[in-house]
């Protein structure tokens, strides 16, 4: 375990000293090719700019106006039906679309149940097993300038859908064996 903590603090100053050494033993003008680098990086953001901007106006206006207040509610016949606390749901429909929007329902989830609680346990696995898909699909097309997604949405989702499930089945599991 000592060894491991050893390479660990090593890794960054090896990084540090070492890539500049590379390059310059490989005759690299690293200044020249991180402006370049820095360059396309901010032609890439100018290009993912607009879809991103979108996306953060949509989950503005959907967390702004309440409607997720109201999901909670509307969502508890199906929480009941599937065993699951309603929080657990909305959870799942935020995920998709905003990482901080989930993370300050996980944070209102932990602050009023509690990080050990099963609820907590599972709002934290939910949030580690899922993915911003959305967010991501708007993105990554939206910067390459594809407006056709085709089935790609649905895709992400249902794999939302899956990671969602899966934390659920590996929660009741644990909770079962006593861990």
Do not use: H, N
């Given at each position: 375990?000592?060894?491991?903590?050893?390479?660990?603090?090593?890794?960054?100053?090896?990084?540090?000293?070492?890539?500049?050494?590379?390059?310059?033993?490989?005759?690299?003008?690293?200044?020249?090719?991180?402006?370049?680098?820095?360059?396309?990086?901010?032609?890439?953001?100018?290009?993912?700019?607009?879809?991103?901007?979108?996306?953060?106006?949509?989950?503005?206006?959907?967390?702004?106006?309440?409607?997720?207040?109201?999901?909670?509610?509307?969502?508890?016949?199906?929480?009941?039906?599937?065993?699951?606390?309603?929080?657990?749901?909305?959870?799942?429909?935020?995920?998709?679309?905003?990482?901080?929007?989930?993370?300050g329902l996980l944070a209102r989830i932990l602050s009023s149940k509690g990080p050990d609680s099963f609820e907590g346990i599972l709002a934290s696995t939910v949030q580690g097993s899922t993915d911003t898909a959305i967010y991501v699909v708007a993105l990554y097309f939206g910067s390459v300038g594809i407006a056709r997604t085709r089935h790609v949405p649905i895709v992400a989702l249902l794999a939302a859908a899956a990671g969602t499930a899966a934390a659920v089945v590996a929660c009741r599991l644990s909770a079962i064996s006593g861990f």
């Open positions: 375990m000592k060894a491991f903590v050893t390479f660990a603090q090593l890794v960054t100053p090896l990084f540090v000293v070492g890539i500049p050494l590379y390059a310059w033993f490989r005759r690299v003008d690293v200044y020249s090719v991180f402006l370049r680098g820095a360059g396309e990086g901010f032609r890439s953001l100018a290009r993912m700019a607009p879809a991103v901007l979108c996306m953060f106006t949509a989950v503005g206006l959907l967390s702004e106006s309440g409607a997720m207040d109201l999901a909670g509610p509307a969502l508890a016949p199906l929480a009941r039906a599937l065993d699951t606390p309603e929080d657990i749901l909305v959870l799942s429909l935020i995920r998709p679309l905003s990482g901080s929007g989930a993370l």
